[in-house]
């Protein structure tokens, strides 16, 4: 069976300090992969997603990136975090758009 | 450009009572319409596909292409229906999947 894993659960970081959240998919190959950022009342954010190794689209200009350095695993990165880069962070994989699997989510609070 | 529109953040129904989530979306193409639920404390996961024409949970929906609308339905709710619903447009070929801004549905004993 597949399943996503999602780490860390929660951090706390100073601005200006970088960030490195990791996901991972077993049990499939070539999935689709998908990073959010969920907030309340502006719902799911797609932030990038990518459709396979070194293919990254960004859907929302910010202070974030996106990597994809091996099929199975995806990053969410940045060089310097700002106090607006505070959220829930998602990630998803799918084959195709048929169906989304999340992980169980980051919470980012940039003090 | 693809959107996602859910007009109501919050929706209230007393239990038995009839409810409705409402989605518009806005896409040149061929849209793949879904609603994914959120239940308290769990991951957030699909609940149906209007490809699929499927009843899942008692929930319905149906894609009206002339009113670009895609909205969530049950007869009767539930308390257990309880959660916060989204509603999503996908675009096959690009694989792009966008989310509304949700609407969490309580149900009232």
């Known amino acids: 069976s597949q399943t996503i894993h999602q780490w860390p659960a929660t951090l706390v970081q100073p601005v200006g300090s970088p960030l490195s959240l990791e996901c991972t998919v077993e049990?499939?190959?070539?999935?689709?992969l998908y990073w959010y950022r969920q907030a309340a009342g502006r719902g799911l954010q797609l932030l990038f997603y990518?459709?396979?190794?070194?293919?990254i689209s960004s859907e929302v200009p910010q202070n974030l990136s996106a990597s994809r350095p091996q099929d199975r695993q995806f990053i969410l990165s940045s060089k310097k975090l700002l106090l607006s880069d505070s959220g829930f962070y998602l990630c998803?994989?799918?084959?195709?758009?048929?169906?989304?699997?999340f992980g169980q989510g980051t919470r980012l609070t940039v003090v | 450009a693809q959107r996602v529109t859910q007009p109501e953040k919050l929706l209230s129904v007393f239990k038995g009572a009839p409810v409705e989530l409402k989605c518009n979306y806005s896409?040149?193409?061929?849209?793949?319409l879904f609603w994914y639920v959120q239940y308290s404390r769990q991951r957030l996961q699909l609940l149906l596909r209007?490809?699929s024409r499927e009843s899942i949970k008692g929930f319905t929906a149906d894609l009206n292409k002339g009113e670009t609308s895609f909205h969530l339905k049950k007869p009767f709710a539930q308390e257990e229906d309880s959660a916060m619903y989204y509603c999503?447009?996908?675009?096959?070929?690009?694989?792009?999947?966008?989310f509304g801004k949700g609407t969490k549905l309580t149900v009232n004993p």
């Open positions: 998803a994989w799918g084959r195709g758009i048929t169906e989304a699997f």
């Open positions: 049990g499939t190959s070539n999935p689709n």
């Open positions: 990518s459709v396979g190794i070194g293919q």
């Open positions: 896409y040149s193409g061929s849209p793949e």
């Open positions: 209007h490809i």
């Open positions: 999503a447009l996908g675009q096959g070929g690009s694989e792009k999947l966008v």
